[in-house]
């Protein structure tokens, strides 16, 4: 992994709906404090970092909403803010109205509370314009933009029109929803949201089950072709991962024994007294669960009578959204609700629920942290929640016990603690008790696991791993950028080609060696290609294999009189110029008695679709199919494909033009052709190929060979011809004589 200073960007351009500073102003003076938030304190923490180590020149500037005043405020060092005007207009229906009334219920699966105002959504637009607006007098070759969360999905893709060469990342900080939510939303809306999302180089998520909504999200709404998370857009690549954003994990352990810190833990203790301290802390939502977790204190209390007198719960409410009725309702609700409780249960000398609605000082929340005994942290649904981590790191002599809402993103790494489903009452309660019972040698062991984790997987480790991450896109970018053949190319092919005492030829059939057809028996060999291929073959030094997904008979009635090698089935079968055909390799095929019955219910509701079994494989074929129904099925198929898939790994849906076809992952073009490079010195050797089933031929070629794809698409081939005509040409290479 690289260090900070090891990258190329000239600058971090952070890009968020808020600045991470406010203007706090007092009598004729006006200085900058933080905002609280997640990725402000990862950002800040990273800066601070990096200019701390000295010698980095990579400056951090942050775009977002704020007073226009900061712009001229020196935060820190190597950190400039970049305040984003949207007028109240626009931004009260852009902010409280499609982010926070329509994409936030949505995304954290409260359909009923999703409001679809098409006002809303051109707002949503209109505000993610004036961002772009800003950043065009700010970006520059060799920045990278980073922009975050929500608020933005448009903004990746507005930058990409207008940029089309800079680095960007998106990063999401709260859930994507499952395919079946996101697609309430309007499809227009959908594709213009997954169009701007794609438009960065990187797309990163806190867990790889909301990657994975996206992905399938993104297939079925756009129908971009993804393999191993890797979307190719266009002529482009955009990779969707996961990224578990982190802490700042010292910063919060080490500030158990400040000073400060051991002030409030003194004070804590004499409040306390002997009671065990149960706490919480969550900013006002609906989707953090405050009312069914005072339901399930109050069972707690009611089950296990014996903790009366002997437990506090401490439930800290943080401010947020107090002009929204909703919220202010929710308010009332949660006050109601905790005054009931310590009605019911009160005395004189024990209170069972302490509620503050504020917000708390660092070093007091440090002391609450290590001092509970139970952290209750039961999101309804929630994209990570650092304060579950946050709370695990303060973790030191005393040791307790974190009670984790499994629906939190931050359940995927801390699974030491007790996950539980916060709708679920009386698990909840249970967990609180066992939380208070847990021997100490357990917890201890339990927190140490955690701690491990969150240590080595920090807030920095989440910075690095994400910018190593958009590295990695653009060397693949690199090598798969589309270069077309030229007549430099073509010289210097014939020259090799001239020099060279043995070769070998790979040729695709569909869409290479003949063009596309709409019935795959129309597509036939015309006499003018035989006649290059016996020319090329005729040459004692030239080897022609013709690799495809066609059926042995199909190329046997092709090939009659042609001594070229046969491979079908992309590999399966192979047959040498006067003898029989052989398999490459002995497999179990009883899967096609489960997989066909599908492929053959898809066709029946596809009209124009039709299922091929071969010998190792069974095709879907739906070119004749209407296109755009086609491209609907398409997409539920594979996804119907891919629960069966996972109790086979032995099996793969290899994706083509207009086709879908199940087959081993034992063998593919790739194996075949490395099988048969191994058998001679070749020093000459060519693939040609148009489709997706190629690029694990063109993976296997030597560097000193030439690969050549069909079609301005991105491949791994080194050449593309823009279509199948000029792969005559490229034949005619190697028979003529005379130079060109």
Request: aromatic share 12%; with cysteine.
């Amino acid at each position: 992994m690289k260090n900070f200073d090891q990258y190329n960007f000239k600058r971090i351009i952070i890009v968020a709906y808020r600045l991470p500073f406010k203007l706090v102003r007092k009598k004729d003076e006006s200085h900058a404090v933080q905002n609280s938030g997640g990725l402000v304190s990862a950002i800040l923490s990273l800066s601070e970092r990096m200019h701390s180590r000295g010698g980095t020149t990579t400056e951090i500037l942050w775009a977002g909403t704020g007073e226009k005043e900061l712009r001229d405020i020196n935060v820190r060092p190597g950190f400039k803010l970049c305040p984003v005007e949207i007028p109240r207009k626009i931004n009260d229906k852009f902010y409280g109205g499609f982010c926070n009334d329509t994409i936030w219920p949505l995304f954290h699966y409260f359909p009923s509370r999703t409001v679809y105002d098409k006002s809303y959504f051109d707002a949503y637009v209109a505000a993610n314009e004036l961002f772009l607006k800003k950043l065009q007098g700010l970006i520059s070759p060799g920045d990278f933009v980073w922009v975050h969360d929500y608020q933005l999905f448009l903004l990746p893709g507005l930058i990409r029109k207008v940029f089309p060469d800079i680095n960007i990342g998106f990063f999401l900080h709260i859930p994507f929803p499952s395919f079946e939510l996101f697609r309430l939303l309007p499809r227009k809306w959908r594709e213009i949201i997954l169009s701007g999302m794609t438009g960065a180089d990187v797309v990163g998520f806190h867990t790889n089950d909301y990657n994975q909504n996206f992905i399938k999200s993104v297939r079925r709404t756009l129908g971009y072709k993804v393999e191993q998370n890797y979307i190719s857009v266009e002529d482009r690549l955009c990779k969707a991962d996961a990224f578990p954003i982190g802490i700042d994990f010292n910063k919060f352990h080490e500030a158990c024994h400040s000073q400060k810190t051991n002030i409030q833990k003194d004070k804590l203790r004499k409040e306390l007294s002997d009671k065990k301290l149960i706490f919480s802390i969550d900013r006002l939502d609906y989707s953090k669960g405050f009312l069914q977790r005072l339901k399930a204190f109050e069972y707690f209390l009611d089950k296990y009578p014996v903790w009366h007198h002997k437990v506090v719960f401490n439930m800290v409410v943080i401010p947020s959204r107090d002009n929204i009725e909703a919220y202010r309702e929710l308010k009332k609700e949660i006050e109601a609700t905790v005054g009931r409780i310590n009605g019911k249960y009160s005395t004189l000398g024990w209170r069972p629920l302490i509620y503050q609605y504020k917000s708390i000082p660092f070093n007091e929340l440090v002391a609450i942290y290590n001092l509970s005994d139970v952290g209750l942290i039961t999101p309804l649904r929630d994209g990570m929640n650092l304060v579950s981590k946050e709370y695990v790191a303060c973790q030191t002599r005393h040791y307790g016990m974190l009670v984790l809402s499994e629906l939190a993103g931050a359940s995927v790494e801390l699974n030491e603690s007790i996950l539980i489903n916060p709708t679920d009452t009386d698990e909840t309660a249970d967990a609180i008790n066992r939380a208070l019972s847990m021997p100490d040698e357990e917890k201890k062991s339990r927190i140490t696991k955690m701690q491990n984790r969150l240590s080595r997987y920090n807030v920095f480790t989440w910075t690095t791993d994400f910018f190593n991450r958009v590295d990695e896109v653009n060397k693949d970018q690199m090598n798969m950028q589309v270069k077309f053949m030229d007549s430099y190319a073509m010289n210097d092919l014939r020259d090799k080609y001239k020099k060279a005492d043995k070769r070998l030829f790979f040729l695709d059939y569909d869409g290479t060696l003949t063009p596309i057809a709409r019935l795959p028996e129309m597509a036939v060999l015309d006499e003018s290609t035989k006649d290059r291929l016996r020319a090329i073959i005729a040459d004692k030094r030239n080897t022609v294999v013709v690799i495809s997904g066609r059926r042995k008979e199909f190329l046997e009635e092709q090939f009659n009189d042609i001594d070229a090698v046969l491979v079908a089935e992309h590999g399966y079968l192979i047959k040498r110029p006067k003898a029989d055909w052989k398999n490459y390799m002995d497999i179990d095929l009883s899967w096609k008695e489960k997989i066909k019955p599908v492929l053959d219910d898809y066709a029946d509701r596809c009209p124009g679709s039709m299922v091929e079994e071969k010998q190792a494989s069974v095709v879907w074929h739906y070119r004749n199919a209407e296109e755009e129904y086609a491209t609907l099925r398409i997409h539920e198929l594979k996804d119907d494909l891919s629960e069966i898939l996972k109790s086979d790994p032995k099996l793969r849906a290899l994706e083509g033009k207009k086709v879908l076809e199940i087959k081993s992952i034992l063998y593919d073009k790739g194996t075949v052709a490395s099988a048969m490079i191994s058998e001679g010195s070749y020093d000459f050797i060519i693939a040609l190929g148009d489709d997706n089933t190629d690029e694990d031929l063109f993976k296997v070629i030597p560097d000193y060979g030439c690969t050549i794809k069909v079609g301005p698409r991105l491949s791994n081939a080194r050449y593309s011809v823009r279509s199948q005509s000029q792969i005559n040409e490229i034949l005619n290479l190697f028979t003529r004589p005379e130079p060109l």
